[in-house]
Nanobody
Framework: QVQLVESGGGSVQAGGSLRLSCAAS?????VGWFRQAPGKEREGVAR????????AYANDVTGRFTMSRDSAKNTVYLQMNSLKPEDTAMYYC??????????????????WGQGTQVTVSS
């Protein structure tokens, strides 16, 4: 059983930065960050292959968000810069099903964290 624990959310003004962390015990595959705003569907933000460090991002965060990992700590990070009010959402860390493609498709992810709130004010 994979356990995911997020931290690092909070409130920030537009243009500010936050770094989210996700401790992924016992997992070394594909980890993704997703977000869900009230009244909207969950959407993929970024993903990383822990082994290679390969990353991919949603179009609207490319150039602003950076996902990284510390393999020794089994922890992944999402550095969020130049935050916008539309980035406000609950952010979730997730671990993908084994053997599948590492993408931003939420249906490919099996284990989910409890979420951490990010609020960006204008």
């Amino acid at each position: 059983q994979v356990q995911l624990v997020e931290s690092g959310g909070g409130s920030v003004q537009a243009g500010g930065s936050l770094r989210l962390s996700c401790a992924a015990s016992g997992y070394t595959g594909c980890v993704g960050w997703f977000r869900q705003a009230p009244g909207k569907e969950r959407e993929g933000v970024a993903r990383i292959l822990i082994g290679s460090g390969s990353t991919a991002y949603a179009n609207d965060v490319t150039g602003r968000f950076t996902m990284s990992r510390d393999s020794a700590k089994n922890t992944v990070y999402l550095q969020m810069n130049s935050l916008k009010p539309e980035d406000t959402a609950m952010y979730y860390c997730a671990a993908a099903r084994s053997g599948g493609i590492c993408s931003l498709d939420a249906s490919r992810f099996q284990f989910w964290g409890q979420g951490t709130q990010v609020t960006v004010s204008s």
